[in-house]
T-cell receptor
Framework: DVKVTQSSRYLVKRTGEKVFLECVQD?????MFWYRQDPGLGLRLIYF???????EKGDIPEGYSVSREKKERFSLILESASTNQTSMYLC???????????FGSGTRLTVV | GNSVTQMEGPVTLSEEAFLTINCTYT??????LFWYVQYPGEGLQLLLK???ADDKGSNKGFEATYRKETTSFHLEKGSVQVSDSAVYFC?????????WGAGTKLIIKP
């Protein structure tokens, strides 16, 4: 069964910590995406990547960075976590020939 | 620019009722259109899609028809179940990305 796997379902971190959210896909997809989801705000794109070592800013990149050293792995980094980054984070991947996304189960991050 | 507008929720229905969730879009050309579903505490799952005008996507009793005349892709189901309670997202493809609607929460009461 093909899938996108996010390393943690729930995470609690302290303000100022550096946080890594990992996402791995086994479908050989070219494209990978990081979203955050907040009540009333829908899905907001943070960063995306079309290929290894490629990255593009989405709508809300401030306070985040990403890394894609291997095709199957796309990491989201919170350089210095803040309470306003408490959210549900969703990773997705897609093939360039088919724009349907496959999503991971999400990571609910709480910054205290 | 491209955009997707969904009806606001929550939508509350009784079991076995008929469901319509409206979705309209603004886009150049004829992008592929999608419906995704998110069950509580989970990520999003592709429910159905349509890649060209007049196509009908269907899955699990849900249907949506790509209407270019009305720029719409409304989601319908003839008889909903409690297990259909979820958030539903309409989306369109735009330059390798998906543009998302705000989501519509559906609540089905027994």
């Amino acid at each position: 069964d093909v899938k996108v796997t996010q390393s943690s379902r729930y995470l609690v971190k302290r303000t100022g910590e550096k946080v890594f959210l990992e996402c791995v896909q086994d479908m050989d997809h070219e494209n990978m995406f990081w979203y955050r989801q907040d009540p009333g705000l829908g899905l907001r794109l943070i960063y995306f990547s079309y290929d290894v070592k490629m990255k593009e800013k989405g709508d809300i990149p401030e306070g985040y960075s990403v890394s894609r050293e291997k095709k199957e792995r796309f990491s989201l980094i919170l350089e210095s976590a803040s309470t306003n980054q408490t959210s549900m984070y969703l990773c997705a991947s897609s093939s360039s020939g088919d724009y349907g996304y496959t999503f991971g189960s999400g990571t609910r991050l709480t910054v205290v | 620019g491209n955009s997707v507008t969904q009806m606001e929720g929550p939508v509350t229905l009784s079991e076995e009722a008929f469901l319509t969730i409206n979705c309209t879009y603004t886009a150049t050309g004829y992008p592929s259109l999608f419906w995704y579903v998110q069950y509580p505490g989970e990520g999003l799952q592709l429910l159905l899609k349509a890649t060209k005008a007049d196509d009908k996507g269907s899955n699990k009793g849900f249907e949506a028809t790509y209407r270019k005349e009305t720029t719409s892709f409304h989601l319908e189901k003839g008889s909903v179940q409690v297990s259909d309670s979820a958030v539903y997202f309409c989306a369109l493809e735009s330059r390798y990305q998906l543009i998302w609607g705000a989501g519509t929460k559906l609540i089905i009461k027994p």
